[in-house]
C-alpha cells in the first residue's frame, strides 16, 4: 500500500523530529523543511505532492502565513490541505490564516493523538472532496458525449441522407417539388447544426470574456425594440413549425442602449425552447415593457411547466431535466447563455413556473440612457456548468401546481395574449413512384 505523504514544515528541530516520529508510526511518509522557503523547494522538487502540510507560523525567512499564500497561489498545490501549529498567543495570525483558507489548527502543546487525530480527518475529507469532485467531472462529461453525440449525429444524418437520395442515379427524374422537398431536408440538417456551432461559440465568448468586448463594441441606443422581437420570431419561426405567436409590446417604451443583437439571441434561445416544451395548439407570447427603471423581455409557453425545485438549475449549462425520461431534444445550453447575455447587460433571468401550467422566462436589465452610456459598467457574463443530479435532487422535485418564481413575480405580470391564426401547411408535395422513398418531415430545430 503507498504511503500517504505529508509535509511537516517547523524550524524547532526537537518538535519537528517528534512530530516526524509520531506520523511514520501510523504509516505516513513524512517530508520536513524548516521554513517556508524550504518547504516551497520540497514542493517545487518533489515526484508526488503531499496530501497535507502541518506547518508552524512562527518561522525565519518565510513563516507559516506567507508559505499558505505561495501555496494557494499556485493552482496544482490548491486543494492541499493546511494545518497550523500555534500558540495560542498568536490571535492575529490564527485570524489572518482563517482569512486564507487554513483547514485547522494545533495549539502547542499537543500530543500524540491531536496531531494524528487533526491529521486523519483532514486526509479524509481531502479524499471525500476529491472523490466527489471525480464523480461530477466523470457524469458531466458523460452527459456532454451524449448529448453532442445525439444533437450533432441527428442533423448531419438529415443532411448526408438527403444528399446522398440526391447523389443517387435513380433520382435523376424527380420533379421540382421532389427535388425541392430533398433539398429542404439537407437544409433544415445545416440549420441546426449552425445553431449548434453558433451556440458554442457563444458559450466560449462568455467564458473567455470576448463577449464583454463585443457588447462593449455593439452597443448602441435601442428606439424601437419591437424589430429585434420580429427579427427572433423569423428566425425561430419557419414553415414547419405550426405554433403560432403573439406579440405584447408595451407602448411609450424609452430608448435605452444595449447590443440588439445579443437581445435576438437571447430571445431566439427562448423562443426556442417554448416551441420545443409547448403543444403546437397552444400559443406561445412574447413581450417586452418597462417598469421600476428596468427593461422587461419576455417569453411564455403553455408547456408542461418546471417544478420549484428545478427553476435555480435549469440556467446552468448542459443541464436538462430528466433528459432521458422526457427524450429531449438540444443541449442544454441555452438558458445559459440568455442568463450570461442578461448579466451583460447588468441584468438577471427570471421564471415563472409550476408543473402543467406553462412557464414564463424573462430577461430584466436596468434602462441605461443613451447620455449614459460612456459611464454604464460593464459586468462580465458568467456560464455555471450544471451539476450532476442526485438521487436527493431528483426526490425533492416539488408535484404543487401553485405556480412558484424564482425572482419576483411583479416582474412577470402580463395579460393573457390573444390568439393568432395558425399558419396554412403546405400540402405534401407528390411522389413518383420510381423516386427512392424519403425519411419523415424532420422536426424544427432547437436550441
Known amino acids: 500500500m503507498t504511503k500517504v505523504p505529508i509535509l511537516v514544515v517547523e524550524d524547532d528541530i ?14 505516513y511518509r513524512v517530508l520536513i523543511a524548516e521554513n517556508g522557503e524550504h518547504a516551497l523547494g520540497v514542493l517545487k522538487n518533489t515526484m508526488q505532492l503531499p496530501e497535507l502540510v502541518v506547518s508552524d507560523i512562527m518561522m525565519p525567512h518565510m513563516d507559516g502565513i506567507q508559505l499558505l499564500e505561495e501555496i494557494r497561489k499556485m493552482p496544482g498545490w490548491l486543494t492541499i490541505p493546511f494545518i497550523f501549529l500555534t500558540a495560542r498567543s498568536e490571535k492575529g495570525d490564527i485570524q489572518r490564516g482563517k482569512q486564507l483558507g487554513v483547514d485547522d489548527y494545533l495549539i502547542k502543546p499537543f500530543d500524540a493523538d491531536d496531531l494524528l487525530i487533526a491529521v486523519e480527518s483532514r486526509l479524509n475529507r481531502h479524499r471525500a472532496l476529491n472523490a466527489a469532485h471525480k464523480g461530477e467531472m466523470e457524469e458531466l462529461k458523460r452527459r456532454i458525449l451524449t448529448i453532442l453525440n445525439h444533437e450533432f449525429r441527428t442533423p448531419l444524418t438529415f443532411v448526408v441522407a438527403y444528399a446522398d437520395m440526391l447523389n443517387n442515379q435513380q433520382t435523376t427524374n424527380l420533379s421540382a417539388d421532389e427535388l425541392l422537398t430533398f433539398l429542404k431536408g439537407v437544409n433544415i440538417g445545416a440549420v441546426r447544426l449552425r445553431r449548434l456551432i453558433e451556440n458554442f461559440i457563444h458559450l466560449v465568448e462568455m467564458e473567455t470574456g470576448d463577449a464583454q468586448e463585443t457588447y462593449k463594441i455593439r452597443r448602441a441606443p435601442i428606439s424601437d425594440i419591437g424589430i429585434t422581437l420580429q427579427l427572433a420570431h423569423s428566425a425561430v419561426f419557419q414553415e ?45 407570447a412574447m413581450g417586452v415593457k418597462a417598469e421600476g427603471g428596468n427593461l422587461h423581455l419576455w417569453v411564455r409557453d403553455s408547456g408542461r411547466g418546471i417544478a420549484p425545485s428545478e427553476q435555480t438549475r435549469i440556467w446552468d449549462l448542459f443541464y436538462q431535466i430528466n433528459r432521458a425520461f422526457h427524450e429531449d431534444q438540444g443541449t ?112 424544427p430545430p432547437t436550441s
Open 332 to 443: 442544454g445550453s441555452g438558458l445559459a447563455i440568455v442568463r450570461g447575455i442578461a448579466e451583460l447587460h447588468g441584468g438577471r433571468v427570471v421564471c415563472e413556473s409550476a408543473p402543467d401550467a406553462g412557464s414564463t422566462f424573462a430577461l430584466i436589465f436596468p434602462i441605461i440612457k443613451p447620455d449614459a452610456m460612456e459611464t454604464q459598467e460593464l459586468p462580465a457574463a458568467s456560464i455555471k456548468l450544471a451539476a450532476p443530479e442526485t438521487l436527493a435532487t431528483r426526490e425533492s422535485t416539488a408535484t404543487s401546481k401553485k405556480p412558484a418564481v424564482t425572482e419576483t413575480p411583479a416582474a412577470l405580470e402580463t395579460p393573457a395574449p390573444p390568439k393568432e391564426p395558425a399558419a396554412p401547411e403546405t400540402p405534401a408535395p407528390p411522389q413518383k413512384p420510381a423516386a427512392p422513398k424519403m425519411p419523415a418531415p424532420p422536426k
Open 14 to 27: 526537537n518538535l519537528l523530529e517528534g512530530i516526524r516520529t509520531v506520523l511514520e508510526l501510523e504509516g
Open 240 to 284: 414547419s413549425v405550426k405554433h403560432t405567436c403573439t406579440f405584447e409590446i408595451a407602448e411609450n417604451l424609452p430608448v435605452f442602449v444595449a447590443d440588439a443583437e445579443y437581445l435576438r439571441t437571447a430571445l431566439i434561445q427562448l423562443l426556442d425552447n417554448a416551441i420545443k416544451f409547448s403543444p403546437p395548439e397552444q400559443p406561445i
